[in-house]
């Protein structure tokens, strides 16, 4: 496809943060039309940055036969596409309109993991195998591998026996840290799993004393949110249920599950409580088994508007359950406030697999809702909660985490070249097989 240099409009400057390039020797911009596809090569040079080589500018090819008027636009590094820009244009009197001239994507993606993504190795049945990183180390690691936030337990911040000086400090530390690197704390979770208080659950448990140790720990983790710079408190109630079904009176538990919350919206009356359910392991069984539930307990707290969920893929396949329609679900009640992306081959334990690793058609459905119902314009991010095999190299301790968000761009770039106008014709006439073969090539690249 010739361009016509007189012709050529910029797009607007693409800014490098908007990629997240691994130092690519080259890069080919791939113009992605809805009717034809035109690539240009484009060698390192004028227009380009050193290191992360994004291009400033891009040109539209003139006089495309098709005359698509809508351009999905994509930069491709060794062959992997990074990110994705939509823009909306239209061929109008011998010009391009509309879209022209923007600098900024229209749906750019956030991307955040925890410090728990990068660890040892250690697993219920051998020590660890590679060697603990330092938080400081994660956190710019994190950074240079295109991450713009990170997910904090309570105790990933400042230890839960730390007094309230103490506290205060080393939460600033951090604070500071990210501020540094340019990111941000998407959320804080008390850790109501790990202490000898808990071992019978936090507000679940049959004991006073124990109950009031987690409401404290959860008010002291709303504290360290607020110090590091988030209003954001997930609950994972990991020990909230049984081994023993007849341990403890589940219409109660259920209760004090609402009693919980409600006590720590009151405590804090700007933070929201986000709910990230999981049906099984470590209990046999959990109370509030899936984001349906949560939910429903949402609505009946003295503020629904400031209760959501967190909705991870693996937790949601463990449930027997769609993850994209628990998503979708969430999203229409305006409650998909985070995610935790991952994957997991069937019903086994929480494997925490790189997103799409197992199944991409899943995969695909998800990227594909979130970013149809506009998931991450009022700041939500997308996190992984990935976990490196324990056969991983210390070398390759962060690639489940890169993978991740290759995948997810990848995955990206498929939804936003989708015929929409196709599927919808393909849904009104039943004609799902077609729409099947459609999708299911798409995924294979024809
Ligand atoms: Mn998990």
Redesign the pocket.
Known sequence: MECVRKNYQSLGRLRSADFSVLKPSSCVLKFGAYKSEVYQKMAPGPGFEPGYTAPKAVVLPLDDPGIPNYYTISLCCLGRCCLVQRRTLSWQKNRWTGGVGTTVADHEYKYTAGPWNIHTGADPFGPPVRDEVDFAEKVAKLKEIGYHGVQFHDDDVVSAEADAATTEKVAGQVKKLLDDHGMVAEFVAPRLWEHPNTIDGGYTSNDPAMRKYALERSKRSIDIARMIGTKNIVLWPAREGTYIRESKDPVTATQRAVDYINALLDYDKEIRIIGEM?PNEPMDHAYNPTCGHFIALAYKTIDPDRVGVNI?S??AILAGLDPSDEMAFALWHKKLWAV?L?DQNGLKF???KAFGAVNLRSAFNQVWVLDRYGYGKNGEMVGF?VKALRTTTPEKRYQHLINSKIIFEHLLAIVRSLDNAKIEELRAKRDYETLELYIVEKLMGK
């Open positions: 999981k991870e693996a937790h935790h991952n929480d494997e925490d909660d």
